[in-house]
């Protein structure tokens, strides 16, 4: 089981206020759809094709950036259908592709939104690393 496709359908970023004061960024990602896709593989395999959404809000009402788009995972046939299902039944899938999905997305996701907001000059998304000094102090002698 593993992410054998990744692409972008959607990209809006939008900058409705400046930044000023106090600014609150809240990440959301999710699963819209999932769906058998068509690839010429062994029969031993299934690819899904999996809609994702991802947001990053800039509050009070300054922006935001949501990107869309979608993954191909391949897995079992028998994990796959059952996904299928689940994600039919009650709009679920199984733990460890969720993970695995997921985990892909954010890789990306993140750094699409961090360039995005470098151009519209908005605060990264994401925590930056920073460099710090740490100071010893050392007893005169």
Not at 43 to 55: G, V, W
Not at 118 to 141: F, Q, Y
Request: glycine share 6%.
């Amino acid at each position: 089981m593993t992410v054998i496709g990744f692409s972008f359908t959607k990209m809006i970023v939008e900058k409705t206020n400046p930044v000023k004061g106090k600014v609150s960024i809240n990440n959301n990602v999710g699963i819209k759809n999932v769906e058998e896709t068509k690839l010429n593989i062994n029969s031993d395999r299934k690819a899904l094709k999996l809609d994702f959404e991802f947001a990053s809000t800039y509050e009070p009402g300054i922006g935001k950036i949501q990107l869309e788009g979608e993954v191909i995972y391949l897995a079992e046939k028998g994990r796959a259908e059952e996904a299928i299902k689940s994600w039919k039944k009650n709009k679920k899938i199984e733990k460890e592709m969720m993970t695995n999905v997921l985990n892909n997305v954010l890789a990306k996701c993140n750094v699409e939104a961090l360039i995005l907001s470098k151009d519209m000059n908005l605060p990264p998304p994401i925590p930056l690393p920073k460099v710090g000094m740490n100071e010893k102090k050392e007893a005169a002698s």
